[in-house]
């Protein structure tokens, strides 16, 4: 699996026009799972992504986790993130799982993160998805397992 994780304020995710999901402020993750990733690399990725501390405590330092703020997740399925460039300029996807495989570790992931006590709101597996963010820092980080 992986993941771009980007610590964000106001963000919202349409589909043919209507607001899906949005959140005030917190963590918008991008996932993308790869042929042969598993539940175990699922509950890796939900793991390390509530504990990331990459918000500010009153220091000024990035001290604190998702969940330490009370921010929400909005998690966003994204097969691109498995794109090959490294021959001609077509990424190819055959990295990227298939759908059906796919969307039951998405799925699962949602549900580990809600576990840890997290609100995790999502887009729309597969659907075009028109997302408006709010970048916070900028913060990003990637993460594969």
Known sequence: MKAVIQR????????DGSLISEIAFGLAVYLGVKVGDTQAQAQAMAKKIQAM????DDGGKMNKSVKDVCGEILLISQ????????????????QAERP???NALYEYTAELLEG????????VFGADMKIEQFNDGPVTIIYET
């Open 116 to 123: 840890y006590g997290i609100t995790v709101k999502k887009g």
């Open 100 to 102: 059906e495989a796919a």
């Open 79 to 94: 097969f691109t993130l498995l794109g090959d460039c490294s021959h001609g300029n077509r990424p190819s996807f055959i």
């Open 53 to 56: 501390r990459i918000f500010e």
């Open 8 to 15: 964000v304020g106001r963000t919202s995710l349409s589909v």
